[in-house]
């Protein structure tokens, strides 16, 4: 047996794990784990936060061997094992980006595009969803799709609404008539397995306005949020409160990251009125003059989920954290409702941190002991309640695996559900790839 562990601290076992170099293998592997019944969990490079990749025996198919990458005007190539950084940084030695900016860019296309992650840039660039271009596919009955945008899907799927967020992962995107792409996007390593992806390039902006800008008041950079949000050409608006600047040793109530693509000069002094404006602390926030400038920004937001993960880790726990997002209108009650609730019951003890222009924040909590983690873990639940009937959704780009596949049931009806499952049983009779993610364990076969 192999132990396997993602990102989260989570952590299973694998009776083989399997390294594909190409496609025909793993079309070999599906077709010799179909026969003989054996689960299939595919792993991309475990950065994931939910137990997606972590297996409960069976095989575990490694894809981090297929790494192509090709690079042309407008779209990329690559494998599923390809890693996110990799891409970035060959995209811009060609004066382009891809937009979504997942800030763990040691994790690969395929486990993106399974998630449907999304990061700072997002706000502007949309999620992965909205930048892959073509799909191919790997089924467990050895078929393989090759799949683009507008090819559709050749089976009746009813239509289940989505939540009024900008971002969405948590079960099947279903309609009628849709295209096979919105149904493996997002599909956690259940229906198939990526075996490459081509992904939407942009030309990359000539100049940016960058700058992690500091408050002295939480309602103050919630209002700054309000207010810049319209900005045309603003790529990112982060957030974070001041326990997770506490964590980074920096004394200020909260901040606010934001970068817009500019193109005059004037643009810089329409950011030092809105600054003043908005009540910011003019003279301890940082701003970007230089391309390094920004790439020390983006660490310095990389490295406080490493270091609350650090953290966990060190205490021997299980990472806990939140993934929700709502409507817009409805943040600050969203905010309320976190702030009230964590300050009752582990005052000090969380972060609040994230994609707050998508109103979409990660509340971390930081227990102490097993009896402390299986309280805080208890608050969960909570919020996600509070988030669908705010109009929001359980899980806004992490996935909910396995660790959050009950948060489903919160989110959709059990009709809905029994259609997600329909489309499963269709692609995997046997129920064998990704078990346990999305579904839970218990659903199975039934
Ligand atoms: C410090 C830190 C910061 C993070 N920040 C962000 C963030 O800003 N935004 C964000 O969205 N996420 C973030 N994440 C979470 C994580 O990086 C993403 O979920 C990422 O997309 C996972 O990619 P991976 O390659 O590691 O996938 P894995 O963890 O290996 O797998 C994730 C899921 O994808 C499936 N999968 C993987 N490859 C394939 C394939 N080829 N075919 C089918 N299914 C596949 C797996 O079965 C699993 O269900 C962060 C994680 C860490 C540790």
Redesign the pocket.
Known sequence: MVRIE??SGFSGQADRVLNPRDEAEVVEFLRQANAAGTPV?????????TG??VPDGGWVLD?RGMNSLSIEAGRAVTG??TLLRDVQSAVARADQIYGPD???NT??I??????N????RSFRYGDTRANVLGLRVALMDGRVLDVQRGDRIDFDVPSISLPRTTKHSAGYRLSPGMDWMDLFVG???TL????RAELKLLPAPKDYFAGVIFFDRDALALDAVEAWRGVERLNMLEYLDANSLRVMEIDAAAALLIEQEIATGAEVDEWLERLDQAGALLETSWIATSERDRERFRQFR?EL??RV?ATMRQRGLVKLSSDFAVPFENNREMMAFYRDLLEREFPGQYTIWGHIGDAHVHVNLLPRDNAEWERARDLMPVFAREAVRLGGVVGA???L?KRKAHFLELQYTPAQIEAMKAVKRRLDPNWLL?RG?LFGWRDGLS
């Open positions: 993602d990102a969990t595919i792993g991309g490079a475990w950065t994931g936060l997606g990749s894809l599923p094992g997942p800030t763990e994790s690969s395929g486990g993106n595009i399974a998630n992650s999304s990061g700072s599909s956690e390593g198939g397995v990526l075996t990389h989920p490493e993960n780009e992490h996935g695996g990704g993610n």
